[in-house]
């Protein structure tokens, strides 16, 4: 019934690029240049924030998730459409762009690969709900350290190590229960590798970078692991 709307997921890109942006272009207006260690960390800290509101909307929205996977089933059935996909190219109207209903379906889709996240009992639900909760306070502490040194350099390394450590275990165990529950035979291999593996790798590899960089700033006293 709304006119103006835009696509789930350039609505997501553009929310990405509008909470990163600040990060670097305040880094570059306070040294004159740019890192790409840095640049690449802040763009995370910007795809994690966006995750976690999601996941905030995983918690709250949890009893329609498994209606709600009835129905993407239903409608890849129906038409042979990835749902994930249809969602993602689904306009959403402005006045709903923060509705935690329609992003439930980020995790109603994704239950089409895992049906874990129709279910609250399970490892990935309560892992994803935890770092929704858990991880936006220090991510966006290190957010605006990385940026202009609002912590001493060693204090951002002990808090870095903690953070980036977690990300790092906890993605990897999900991949490892997915594989050792055999969810694998469930679906493609293109399927795996792009909805499962390709995006828990980006909590697995960027995570790697932060813990380097967080132990060059613990072990060297100073943030010239930002180039600062």
């Known amino acids: ?3 103006w709307g835009a696509p789930a997921g350039v609505i997501a890109a553009v929310a990405v690029g509008l909470l990163a942006l600040p990060g ?7 040294h004159g240049d740019l890192d790409a260690f840095h640049c690449l960390l802040t763009l995370f800290f910007a795809i994690n924030l966006v995750v976690c509101y999601w996941e905030m909307c995983l918690f709250f929205r949890r009893d329609c998730i498994g209606e709600r996977s009835d129905y993407w089933r239903g409608r890849r059935d129906d038409t042979g459409k990835t749902p994930a996909v ?3 190219t689904t306009s ?4 709903r762009i923060l509705s935690p209903t329609v992003w439930a379906d980020v995790w109603a889709t994704y239950s089409m690969f895992d049906s874990a996240y129709a279910d609250r009992n399970t490892y990935g639900f309560n892992i994803d709900i ?4 858990a991880t936006p306070a220090p991510a966006l502490i290190l957010y605006v350290t990385y940026t202009d040194g609002l912590l001493p350099a060693v204090a951002a390394g002990i808090l ?4 980036f450590w977690q990300w790092v275990y906890g993605s990897t165990l999900y991949v490892v229960s997915f594989l050792v529950g055999r969810k694998r035979t469930r679906i493609t291999m293109r399927e795996f590798y792009l909805y499962v ?6 909590w697995v590899l960027l995570p790697m970078l932060g813990l380097y960089v967080s132990v060059r700033l613990v072990l060297d ?3 010239g692991a930002l180039g600062i």
């Open 24 to 30: 670097v272009g305040v880094r570059y207006l306070l």
């Open 221 to 223: 006293g100073d943030y």
């Open 197 to 202: 593996f390709g995006l828990n790798a980006i």
């Open 86 to 88: 249809e969602f993602l």
């Open 1 to 3: 019934m709304h006119r």
């Open 130 to 133: 935890g770092n929704g909760f």
């Open 92 to 95: 959403v109207p402005l006045n």
């Open 160 to 163: 870095g190590v903690m953070l």
